[in-house]
């Protein structure tokens, strides 16, 4: 079946410091790929995707590119900020299932100032 | 425009009661699902719909049920709470294509005591 890894956490940073999460996954077929970002008591948003190979996305400073060679889609920022602080989520889903998302477990990150 | 309304915020069951989770969307989203987030783990997919009158089962559907009687609203009922209900619940709405907007709502979190 398909199925998302995200490295565990809590990861816990400086403010200013460069942010890497991984994030692999297995899937049958060409899935879109997604991060999504959770603040302490709010809903899921989603931070950025990308739907095929070599696919780039970016928002709000961070980036992830879609691997397909690795199947990966690892999630960057260049410097964090405390505001970054949030349970981040890597998920797939694909083009004829919308909306019906595999998601990764979490990964806390804590930016400390 | 308030997006995706979930109430209640908490509530504590005992086992066996039932209950129904409420999600109201104003956005006009065809597209709606609710997940269940456990502690540590990603999100789960426990039922959807694509349009009024239509729903399916997801990957976790076992102890609830969903109606979907217009395009706003799309209810999650527990007929016979049991303590592996307890979880928080995120409903999820949107439309499909690339660039449209999609809403979790800020969840349910549920005890079962």
């Known amino acids: 079946g398909n199925s998302v890894t995200q490295m565990e956490g809590p990861v816990t940073l400086s403010e200013e410091a460069f942010l890497t999460i991984n994030c692999t996954y297995t899937?049958?077929?060409?899935?879109?790929l997604f991060w999504y970002v959770q603040y302490p008591g709010e809903g899921l948003q989603l931070l950025l995707k990308a739907t095929k190979a070599d696919d780039k996305g970016s928002n709000k400073g961070f980036e992830a590119t879609y691997r397909k060679e690795t199947t990966s889609f690892h999630l960057e920022k260049g410097s964090v900020q405390v505001s970054d602080s949030a349970v981040y989520f890597c998920?797939?889903?694909?083009?004829?299932?919308?909306?019906?998302?595999?998601f990764g477990a979490g990964t806390q990150v804590v930016v400390t100032p | 425009n308030a997006g995706v309304t979930q109430t209640p915020k908490f509530r504590i069951l005992k086992i066996g009661q039932s209950m129904t989770l409420q999600c109201t969307q104003d956005m006009n989203h065809n597209y709606m699902y609710w997940y269940r987030q456990d502690p540590g783990m990603g999100l789960k997919l426990i039922y959807y719909s694509v349009g009024a009158g239509i729903t399916d089962k997801g990957e976790v559907p076992n102890g609830y049920n969903v109606s979907r009687s217009t395009t706003e609203d799309f209810p999650l009922r527990l007929e016979l709470a049991a303590p592996s209900q307890t979880s928080v619940y995120f409903c999820f709405a949107g439309s499909v294509g690339t660039n449209q907007p999609q809403h979790f709502g800020d969840g349910t979190r549920l005890s079962i005591l």
């Open positions: 998920a797939l889903s694909f083009p004829n299932s919308w909306g019906k998302l595999q």
């Open positions: 899937a049958t077929g060409y899935p879109s």
